[in-house]
Protein backbone atom coordinates (compact mmCIF):
# COMPACT_ATOMS: atom_id res chain seq x y z
CA UNK A 1 0.00 0.00 0.00
CA UNK A 2 1.36 3.55 -0.85
CA UNK A 3 1.68 6.09 1.45
CA UNK A 4 -1.02 7.89 -0.26
CA UNK A 5 -3.33 5.49 0.40
CA UNK A 6 -2.32 5.13 3.98
CA UNK A 7 -3.24 8.77 4.36
CA UNK A 8 -6.07 8.67 2.82
CA UNK A 9 -7.44 5.40 4.83
CA UNK A 10 -7.69 7.55 7.79
CA UNK A 11 -10.52 10.11 6.62
CA UNK A 12 -13.61 9.66 7.63
CA UNK A 13 -15.05 9.90 4.23
CA UNK A 14 -12.43 7.99 2.26
CA UNK A 15 -13.50 5.13 4.57
CA UNK A 16 -16.85 5.21 3.15
CA UNK A 17 -16.16 5.79 -0.42
CA UNK A 18 -13.37 5.35 -2.08
CA UNK A 19 -12.34 2.60 0.41
CA UNK A 20 -15.55 1.26 0.37
CA UNK A 21 -16.37 -2.92 0.81
CA UNK A 22 -18.47 -2.77 -2.21
CA UNK A 23 -16.64 -2.78 -5.17
CA UNK A 24 -19.15 -0.71 -7.39
CA UNK A 25 -19.71 2.18 -4.69
CA UNK A 26 -15.32 2.12 -4.53
CA UNK A 27 -15.52 2.27 -8.15
CA UNK A 28 -17.57 5.13 -8.81
CA UNK A 29 -16.31 7.34 -6.31
CA UNK A 30 -12.38 6.56 -7.30
CA UNK A 31 -13.76 7.64 -10.85
CA UNK A 32 -15.12 10.77 -9.72
CA UNK A 33 -12.33 11.80 -7.62
CA UNK A 34 -10.11 10.99 -10.92
CA UNK A 35 -12.38 13.03 -12.75
CA UNK A 36 -12.11 15.96 -10.38
CA UNK A 37 -8.61 15.69 -10.37
CA UNK A 38 -8.00 15.93 -14.15
CA UNK A 39 -10.19 18.98 -14.41
CA UNK A 40 -8.62 20.60 -11.04
CA UNK A 41 -4.76 19.74 -13.00
CA UNK A 42 -5.58 22.92 -14.86
CA UNK A 43 -5.39 24.94 -11.45
CA UNK A 44 -1.42 24.00 -10.98
CA UNK A 45 0.24 26.23 -9.03
CA UNK A 46 -2.26 28.59 -8.53
CA UNK A 47 -4.27 29.34 -4.95
CA UNK A 48 -7.23 27.31 -4.82
CA UNK A 49 -10.04 26.82 -2.01
CA UNK A 50 -12.08 23.29 -1.42
CA UNK A 51 -15.15 24.67 0.28
CA UNK A 52 -16.61 21.38 1.77
CA UNK A 53 -13.39 19.56 2.35
CA UNK A 54 -14.60 16.67 4.11
CA UNK A 55 -12.23 14.86 5.47
CA UNK A 56 -9.35 16.26 3.23
CA UNK A 57 -9.12 13.50 0.81
CA UNK A 58 -8.94 15.18 -2.56
CA UNK A 59 -6.86 18.01 -1.70
CA UNK A 60 -4.43 15.72 -0.42
CA UNK A 61 -4.67 13.61 -3.82
CA UNK A 62 -4.36 17.57 -5.45
CA UNK A 63 -1.52 18.09 -3.88
CA UNK A 64 0.54 15.20 -3.83
CA UNK A 65 -0.06 14.80 -7.19
CA UNK A 66 1.50 16.43 -10.74
CA UNK A 67 -0.36 19.24 -11.15
CA UNK A 68 -0.36 20.25 -7.16
CA UNK A 69 -1.27 23.84 -6.99
CA UNK A 70 1.22 26.73 -5.12
CA UNK A 71 -1.45 27.13 -2.35
CA UNK A 72 -4.74 25.18 -0.97
CA UNK A 73 -7.03 26.05 1.45
CA UNK A 74 -10.03 23.48 2.94
CA UNK A 75 -12.86 25.04 4.91
CA UNK A 76 -15.41 23.07 6.74
CA UNK A 77 -17.87 24.14 9.06
CA UNK A 78 -17.29 21.96 11.59
CA UNK A 79 -14.61 22.12 14.10
CA UNK A 80 -13.87 18.61 14.74
CA UNK A 81 -13.32 17.96 10.96
CA UNK A 82 -11.04 20.43 10.69
CA UNK A 83 -8.79 19.88 13.81
CA UNK A 84 -8.96 16.41 12.27
CA UNK A 85 -7.63 17.29 8.27
CA UNK A 86 -5.38 19.34 10.76
CA UNK A 87 -3.66 16.53 12.77
CA UNK A 88 -3.28 14.43 9.67
CA UNK A 89 -2.65 16.52 6.71
CA UNK A 90 -1.42 19.63 8.41
CA UNK A 91 2.22 18.76 7.84
CA UNK A 92 1.81 18.76 4.12
CA UNK A 93 3.65 22.73 2.50
CA UNK A 94 1.04 25.08 0.82
CA UNK A 95 -1.83 22.98 2.44
CA UNK A 96 -4.11 24.29 5.33
CA UNK A 97 -7.49 23.96 6.99
CA UNK A 98 -9.92 26.69 8.20
CA UNK A 99 -13.71 26.77 9.75
CA UNK A 100 -16.08 28.40 7.16
CA UNK A 101 -16.30 31.13 9.88
CA UNK A 102 -13.27 32.49 8.94
CA UNK A 103 -13.63 33.52 5.57
CA UNK A 104 -15.13 36.56 6.19
CA UNK A 105 -11.40 37.53 6.80
CA UNK A 106 -10.29 40.37 4.03
CA UNK A 107 -7.14 37.72 3.42
CA UNK A 108 -9.82 35.28 1.32
CA UNK A 109 -11.64 38.14 -0.67
CA UNK A 110 -11.08 38.03 -4.29
CA UNK A 111 -7.99 35.95 -4.72
CA UNK A 112 -8.51 32.45 -5.22
CA UNK A 113 -8.00 30.89 -8.63
CA UNK A 114 -10.63 28.56 -8.08
CA UNK A 115 -13.12 27.21 -5.79
CA UNK A 116 -13.70 23.59 -5.53
CA UNK A 117 -16.80 22.10 -4.19
CA UNK A 118 -17.56 18.53 -4.37
CA UNK A 119 -21.08 17.20 -2.98
CA UNK A 120 -22.15 19.95 -1.27
CA UNK A 121 -23.86 21.91 -2.73
CA UNK A 122 -26.97 18.85 -2.35
CA UNK A 123 -26.95 18.85 0.97
CA UNK A 124 -27.22 23.40 1.54
CA UNK A 125 -30.93 24.39 2.55
CA UNK A 126 -30.64 27.86 0.67
CA UNK A 127 -27.86 27.24 -2.06
CA UNK A 128 -27.97 31.48 -3.39
CA UNK A 129 -26.21 32.99 -0.48
CA UNK A 130 -23.52 30.17 -1.08
CA UNK A 131 -23.13 30.96 -4.85
CA UNK A 132 -22.49 34.51 -3.70
CA UNK A 133 -19.94 33.44 -1.58
CA UNK A 134 -18.16 31.66 -4.02
CA UNK A 135 -18.27 35.27 -6.42
CA UNK A 136 -16.39 36.99 -2.90
CA UNK A 137 -13.91 34.16 -2.97
CA UNK A 138 -12.87 33.93 -6.93
CA UNK A 139 -10.05 36.36 -8.23
CA UNK A 140 -11.63 38.40 -11.71
CA UNK A 141 -10.74 35.12 -13.77
CA UNK A 142 -11.11 32.60 -11.15
CA UNK A 143 -13.06 29.42 -11.74
CA UNK A 144 -16.09 27.44 -9.78
CA UNK A 145 -15.63 23.30 -10.05
CA UNK A 146 -18.53 21.81 -9.08
CA UNK A 147 -20.18 18.12 -8.44
CA UNK A 148 -23.27 16.95 -7.20
CA UNK A 149 -24.60 13.87 -7.39
CA UNK A 150 -27.86 13.10 -10.64
CA UNK A 151 -30.94 11.89 -8.23
CA UNK A 152 -33.68 12.35 -11.31
CA UNK A 153 -34.09 9.84 -13.65
CA UNK A 154 -32.97 6.54 -14.66
CA UNK A 155 -29.77 6.90 -12.53
CA UNK A 156 -32.09 7.09 -9.65
CA UNK A 157 -33.45 3.85 -9.70
CA UNK A 158 -29.84 2.49 -10.08
CA UNK A 159 -28.86 4.16 -7.19
CA UNK A 160 -31.37 3.14 -5.14
CA UNK A 161 -31.08 -0.14 -5.58
CA UNK A 162 -27.24 -0.30 -5.30
CA UNK A 163 -28.06 1.51 -2.00
CA UNK A 164 -30.60 -0.80 -0.42
CA UNK A 165 -28.14 -3.52 -1.07
CA UNK A 166 -25.35 -1.80 0.65
CA UNK A 167 -27.96 -1.20 3.76
CA UNK A 168 -28.43 -5.20 4.00
CA UNK A 169 -25.03 -5.70 4.17
CA UNK A 170 -24.46 -2.56 6.65
CA UNK A 171 -21.86 -0.81 4.28
CA UNK A 172 -21.18 3.00 5.45
CA UNK A 173 -24.68 5.35 6.41
CA UNK A 174 -26.92 3.27 3.21
CA UNK A 175 -28.98 1.25 6.39
CA UNK A 176 -30.00 5.01 6.75
CA UNK A 177 -30.94 5.50 2.84
CA UNK A 178 -34.63 7.38 2.46
CA UNK A 179 -36.79 5.74 0.72
CA UNK A 180 -39.13 7.30 -2.32
CA UNK A 181 -43.14 6.85 -1.95
CA UNK A 182 -43.97 5.50 -5.84
CA UNK A 183 -45.73 9.20 -6.29
CA UNK A 184 -42.12 10.44 -5.44
CA UNK A 185 -40.08 8.46 -7.09
CA UNK A 186 -42.33 8.82 -10.50
CA UNK A 187 -41.97 12.39 -10.25
CA UNK A 188 -38.45 12.54 -9.91
CA UNK A 189 -37.74 9.68 -13.06
CA UNK A 190 -39.67 12.96 -14.94
CA UNK A 191 -38.22 15.87 -12.95
CA UNK A 192 -36.71 18.69 -15.23
CA UNK A 193 -35.31 22.11 -15.34
CA UNK A 194 -38.34 24.02 -14.42
CA UNK A 195 -39.05 23.16 -10.94
CA UNK A 196 -38.20 21.43 -7.87
CA UNK A 197 -40.28 18.12 -8.29
CA UNK A 198 -41.13 16.99 -4.76
CA UNK A 199 -40.44 17.94 -1.56
CA UNK A 200 -36.98 17.02 0.32
CA UNK A 201 -36.71 15.95 3.48
CA UNK A 202 -35.10 18.10 6.06
CA UNK A 203 -32.53 16.84 9.08
CA UNK A 204 -30.99 18.45 11.54
CA UNK A 205 -27.39 18.39 13.06
CA UNK A 206 -26.57 18.31 16.41
CA UNK A 207 -25.49 21.87 16.84
CA UNK A 208 -29.29 22.54 15.50
CA UNK A 209 -28.14 23.13 11.69
CA UNK A 210 -30.84 21.67 9.24
CA UNK A 211 -29.56 20.18 5.89
CA UNK A 212 -31.01 18.02 2.78
CA UNK A 213 -29.77 14.35 2.49
CA UNK A 214 -29.94 13.06 -1.59
CA UNK A 215 -33.33 12.87 -1.59
CA UNK A 216 -35.33 14.72 -4.21
CA UNK A 217 -32.19 16.65 -5.42
CA UNK A 218 -32.66 18.22 -8.91
CA UNK A 219 -29.06 18.99 -10.59
CA UNK A 220 -30.88 20.59 -13.58
CA UNK A 221 -32.72 22.78 -11.01
CA UNK A 222 -29.05 23.82 -10.26
CA UNK A 223 -27.99 24.37 -13.49
CA UNK A 224 -30.09 27.16 -13.82
CA UNK A 225 -29.68 28.56 -10.80
CA UNK A 226 -25.23 28.28 -11.50
CA UNK A 227 -26.53 30.01 -14.62
CA UNK A 228 -27.57 33.64 -13.19
CA UNK A 229 -23.92 34.18 -11.42
CA UNK A 230 -21.63 31.88 -13.98
CA UNK A 231 -21.09 31.11 -17.61
CA UNK A 232 -20.47 27.13 -18.15
CA UNK A 233 -17.07 26.24 -19.67
CA UNK A 234 -17.66 22.63 -19.17
CA UNK A 235 -20.06 19.82 -18.12
CA UNK A 236 -18.58 16.40 -17.72
CA UNK A 237 -20.32 13.34 -15.79
CA UNK A 238 -18.38 10.66 -13.60
CA UNK A 239 -17.68 8.03 -13.15
CA UNK A 240 -18.02 7.73 -17.28
CA UNK A 241 -16.90 10.88 -18.70
CA UNK A 242 -18.43 10.25 -21.98
CA UNK A 243 -22.22 9.62 -20.16
CA UNK A 244 -25.05 12.16 -20.77
CA UNK A 245 -25.69 13.21 -17.02
CA UNK A 246 -29.20 11.91 -17.54
CA UNK A 247 -27.14 8.27 -17.32
CA UNK A 248 -24.57 8.99 -15.09
CA UNK A 249 -23.95 9.09 -11.42
CA UNK A 250 -22.72 12.68 -10.96
CA UNK A 251 -22.64 15.69 -13.00
CA UNK A 252 -19.27 18.03 -13.07
CA UNK A 253 -19.84 22.12 -13.68
CA UNK A 254 -16.69 24.33 -14.63
CA UNK A 255 -17.71 27.54 -14.58
CA UNK A 256 -16.31 31.01 -14.76
CA UNK A 257 -17.81 34.31 -13.08
CA UNK A 258 -19.96 36.48 -15.56
CA UNK A 259 -18.44 40.23 -16.30
CA UNK A 260 -20.77 42.92 -14.40
CA UNK A 261 -22.84 43.57 -17.71
CA UNK A 262 -23.86 40.24 -17.62
CA UNK A 263 -24.74 39.88 -14.02
CA UNK A 264 -27.14 43.28 -14.59
CA UNK A 265 -28.62 41.89 -17.89
CA UNK A 266 -29.48 38.99 -16.25
CA UNK A 267 -31.24 41.29 -12.72
CA UNK A 268 -32.58 43.44 -15.62
CA UNK A 269 -34.08 39.76 -16.90
CA UNK A 270 -35.19 38.43 -13.67
CA UNK A 271 -36.75 42.18 -12.21
CA UNK A 272 -38.46 42.51 -15.85
CA UNK A 273 -40.38 39.33 -14.82
CA UNK A 274 -41.29 40.08 -11.41
CA UNK A 275 -42.32 43.51 -13.22
CA UNK A 276 -44.71 41.10 -15.62
CA UNK A 277 -45.99 39.08 -12.91
CA UNK A 278 -46.88 42.21 -10.87
CA UNK A 279 -48.88 43.82 -13.84
CA UNK A 280 -50.48 40.23 -14.58
CA UNK A 281 -51.19 40.47 -10.83
CA UNK A 282 -52.84 43.41 -10.73
CA UNK A 283 -54.73 42.97 -13.72
CA UNK A 284 -56.58 40.41 -12.09
CA UNK A 285 -57.12 43.04 -9.17
CA UNK A 286 -58.69 45.20 -11.65
CA UNK A 287 -61.14 42.39 -13.12
CA UNK A 288 -62.00 41.50 -9.02
CA UNK A 289 -62.63 45.51 -8.96
CA UNK A 290 -65.05 45.53 -11.68
CA UNK A 291 -62.38 47.82 -13.79
CA UNK A 292 -61.86 45.38 -16.37
CA UNK A 293 -65.00 43.39 -18.20
CA UNK A 294 -67.21 41.43 -15.12
CA UNK A 295 -66.99 37.82 -15.06
CA UNK A 296 -69.77 36.50 -16.97
CA UNK A 297 -72.02 34.76 -13.20
CA UNK A 298 -74.66 34.14 -15.39
CA UNK A 299 -72.96 30.74 -16.25
CA UNK A 300 -72.54 29.62 -13.11
CA UNK A 301 -75.91 28.47 -12.51
CA UNK A 302 -75.81 26.10 -15.22
CA UNK A 303 -72.06 24.79 -14.69
CA UNK A 304 -73.50 23.90 -10.79
CA UNK A 305 -76.20 21.65 -12.44
CA UNK A 306 -73.92 20.15 -14.39
CA UNK A 307 -71.33 19.42 -11.71
CA UNK A 308 -74.08 18.15 -9.12
CA UNK A 309 -75.63 16.50 -12.08
CA UNK A 310 -71.59 14.16 -13.09
CA UNK A 311 -71.48 13.79 -9.28
CA UNK A 312 -75.00 12.04 -8.97
Given at each position: ????????????????????????????????????????????????????????????????????????????????????????LGAEVGLRFILNDELDAPEHQGVYDAVI????????MEIE??????????????????????????????????????GWRGIGDYPGTSSYALGELLASMLANAKRQHILRPVHRNADGSCFHDHKGFNWMVLRETLAQRFETERMLSSPLTWLTPHLASQVWFLLRKKHDASIRDNANHVNAKKIRSFKSKSRMGERA????????????????????????
Open positions: MSTLDKTLREGHYAKKQIFCKDRLISWSHRNRFQVGLKLASQFAGKRILDYGCGDGSFLTMLMKGPASPSAAVGVERQNDLVEDCRARCMEVLEHVPLLDLFVQLLAPSGKLLISVPVETGFPLLVKQSVRRVAKGIAPPFPYFLIPPINVFLHSSVG
